[in-house]
DNA sequence: ATTGCAAATGAGAACGATTATCGTTTGCGT
DNA sequence: ACGCAAACGATAATCGTTCTCATTTGCAAT
C-alpha cells in the first residue's frame, strides 16, 4: 500500500509539522513537477496557507538532503526542484514558454561515464540541460505564468 | 599573423578602452581558462590595475554578446568565462579541488540533437556538467585559492 | 595639438535569490 | 496537561549582479 505522507517524512527523518506536509502535497498532487521555492511560497498563498518564505526555503533544502526532492540549476539563477522518484532524467527547456521536458538516453548516460574514467575522474552527478524551442503545437509561446 | 588585441576589440564593434584591453589580456595570456567576474576583478586589482566591478562585470557581459567569451553556469551561483575558441566543448568538475577539465564526444553531441529533434524541440545550445572526484594524482584535493 | 561629444567608466545604490538571526509557536513523548 | 527541543515566521543580512549618474576618456574632426 502507499505510504502516508507523515510516514514519508518520518521515514526521512523530519518530524511532520504542517508546512512540511503543505509543501510536500504540493510536489505529490500538483501537475506541474518543476517549482522553484517561489513558485512554492505563491502556490501556498493561493490556496490561503500561511507559510514564510523562509521556511518553504528550508524545508525544499531539507527535502532535498533527505532524498525526497532533486535540486536543478537550470540558467536563470533560480533552483528548481521536483520530486524524487528514483529516476534520474535530463531536461530540455523552451526558451520561449519556459516548458521543461524530460529525457533519458542509455547512449548519453554510458558515453559520460566512459568519458569520464578516461580522464580520471569518478562520477558524483552530472547536469544536462538542453535550451532549445518547441516546434510543436504544444509550446504556447508564452512565458510561464501562475 | 596575429591579430593586436586593439583589432580584436574593433572587429566586435566595441571601442578599444584600457578596460577592456586588461580584461582581454586577461583571458588571452591568463593560465586559468575560466575566470568568473569576482577572479577577474581581484586578478586586475592584484597586478594594480584599478578597475571598477561594474566595469568588469558590464565588460564581460559585452565580451560574450561580442563573441569573444563564452559564459557558463556551473552550480555555486556565479558565472564563469571564458575565451571563446569557436570549438564547444563540455566540463567536468573536481568536487575535491574545483579544477575543471574540459571534453568534447561526438556521440553525446548527435544524441542530443537526436533526443531533442524526437521531442520537437529545435536546439539552441546545451550545457552538460559532470561533478566528480579526480583519481589522479594531477588533483591537489584543495580547494581553488588564488 | 586642441576641441567636442558620445561612449565608457567607477562609486555606490538597488536588486533578486537565498540564508542567518532570534523571539515565538508547535509537535510529540511523558 | 506538561515540558522542551525542534520548527516556524518576520525580518535583517548576504551574495552575485545590475542600475544610476556624475565624471572621465577615446577618437575623429578641426
Ligand atoms: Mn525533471
Ligand atoms: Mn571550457
Ligand atoms: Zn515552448
Ligand atoms: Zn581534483
Same mark, same amino acid.
Not at 513537477?33 to 490556496?47: F, G, I, N, P
Not at 540549476?73 to 528548481?80: L, N, R
Not at 548516460?109 to 574514467?117: D, Y
Given at each position: 500500500?502507499? @505510504?502516508?505522507?507523515?510516514?514519508?517524512? @518520518?521515514? %526521512?527523518?523530519? +518530524?511532520?509539522?504542517?508546512?512540511?506536509?503543505?509543501?510536500?502535497?504540493?510536489?505529490?498532487?500538483?501537475?506541474?513537477?518543476? +517549482?522553484?521555492?517561489?513558485?512554492?511560497?505563491?502556490?501556498?498563498? %493561493?490556496?490561503?496557507? =500561511?507559510?514564510?518564505?523562509?521556511?518553504?526555503?528550508?524545508?525544499?533544502?531539507?527535502?532535498?538532503?533527505?532524498?525526497?526532492?532533486?535540486?536543478?540549476?537550470?540558467?536563470g539563477g533560480k533552483s528548481v526542484f521536483e520530486l524524487n522518484e528514483g529516476k534520474h532524467h535530463?531536461?530540455?527547456?523552451?526558451?520561449?514558454?519556459?516548458?521543461?521536458?524530460?529525457?533519458? =538516453?542509455?547512449?548519453?548516460?554510458?558515453?559520460? +561515464? @566512459?568519458? %569520464?574514467?578516461?580522464?580520471?575522474?569518478?562520477?558524483?552527478?552530472?547536469?544536462?540541460?538542453?535550451?532549445?524551442?518547441?516546434? +510543436?503545437?504544444?509550446?504556447?509561446?508564452?512565458? @510561464?505564468?501562475?
Amino acid at each position: 500500500m502507499e @505510504k502516508s505522507q507523515p510516514e514519508h517524512l @518520518k521515514n %526521512a527523518g523530519l +518530524k511532520s509539522t504542517l508546512p512540511r506536509l503543505k509543501i510536500l502535497d504540493l510536489f505529490t498532487s500538483g501537475q506541474d513537477r518543476h +517549482k522553484s521555492a517561489e513558485d512554492v511560497y505563491k502556490q501556498l498563498l %493561493a490556496s490561503g496557507d =500561511d507559510v514564510g518564505l523562509a521556511t518553504v526555503y528550508r524545508v525544499l533544502t531539507q527535502f532535498e538532503h533527505a532524498g525526497l526532492l532533486v535540486r536543478h540549476y537550470f540558467e536563470g539563477g533560480k533552483s528548481v526542484f521536483e520530486l524524487n522518484e528514483g529516476k534520474h532524467h535530463d531536461h530540455i527547456v523552451c526558451l520561449q514558454c519556459g516548458h521543461v521536458e524530460e529525457f533519458y =538516453d542509455t547512449t548519453i548516460e554510458s558515453r559520460q +561515464k @566512459k568519458v %569520464a574514467a578516461e580522464l580520471g575522474f569518478a562520477v558524483h552527478d552530472h547536469s544536462l540541460h538542453i535550451y532549445a524551442d518547441c516546434i +510543436k503545437t504544444k509550446c504556447p509561446h508564452k512565458p @510561464k505564468g501562475v
